[in-house]
Nanobody
């Protein structure tokens, strides 16, 4: 499975961004899709995840600001990020679990203060 992420960029604090990640290389059934992020000098951390049935989970730091969604027909996961803060600056990686786990190449999100 290959994952292609897009949508990162440089925005001022308070702005919004929408990340997308499309999975290809099937046929397969993806269970959970999600986003992690890694800031400079920090460990990679879970941001949000969504199951094939639509159950979601979020890191406490993004609850109420970020929304994860997916289009199962397109094997695509989205991350709507609102009210962005400088501490959200990181490389965001999408991933998919289907018995194995695949990672996308990462997309950089930079939030200026």
């Amino acid at each position: 499975v290959q994952l292609q992420a897009s949508g990162g960029g440089l925005v001022p604090a308070g702005d919004s961004l929408r990340l997308s990640c499309a999975a290809s290389g099937g046929p397969f059934s993806i269970d959970t899709m999600g986003w992690h992020r890694q800031a400079p000098g920090k460990q990679r951390e879970l941001v949000a995840a969504i199951s094939s049935g639509g159950s979601t989970s979020y890191a406490d730091s993004v609850k109420g600001r970020f929304t994860i969604s997916r289009d199962n027909a397109k094997n695509t996961v989205y991350l709507q990020m609102n009210s962005l803060k400088p501490e959200d600056t990181a490389v965001y990686y999408c991933n998919a679990y289907y018995g194995l786990r695949s990672w996308g190449q990462g997309t950089l999100v930079t939030v200026s203060s």
